[in-house]
């Protein structure tokens, strides 16, 4: 018997290695336009909102060159400052081969979230793709979690997103759906660990294994 009909996966921190591509992205754009740059730790409290929604916040007037030059060197430095973790393919491959429905919900805005998918050859794994650009309301909100949900005719509690947030447990507790929680490189690792997800997973492996015992 399976146990879930759809699986969701965030990005950053869960599928792909990105956070320092994102913090020097940013730097590199709010040292050049407002002569100011940010600790990780700040960069992080940003989040939410896409990349274009904190650049206007940040550059206003310059927004429309900041932007342009946040995405060439977001692209541009990719293959150096990025990758995915290792094994991620293979669980994807596994949900692939069930025949399972297998989304991306993520918080970046739709250009960045296609560019990181494509370099890393990701982009194909996924039968729908929805990002920050894609919903009125952000994580935590449940929005994106129900549009896939309501695409594929899904039962809620048969349904798993896996993300590395806290943001994430709470828009899958909003949603009604299972949520399993991945701290192998979590910002908030801590913060995860006490927010009593369904599943934790310490590893790529954990997950993957759980992935052929559960589809």
Sequence with gaps: MRNFDGIIFDVDGTLTSTNQLIFQSFNHVTKKYINKTYTDEELIGFFGPTEEAILRDLTGDNFEDA???YFQFYNEHHSSLADIYPGIKEALEIIKQKKVPLAVFTGKGREAAVITLKVLELFEYFDMIVTGDDVVEHKP???GILLFVDK????RDKVLLIGDAPADIQAARAA???IAS???DSYAKETVLESGSDYVFHAVE???KFLSENL
């Design 152 to 155: 594929f005719n899904l039962s």
């Design 141 to 143: 909100s449940p929005e």
């Design 67 to 69: 932007r342009n030059d």
């Design 182 to 184: 991945v701290v192998w």
């Design 206 to 208: 954990e997950m993957e």
């Design 176 to 178: 009604g759906v299972k």
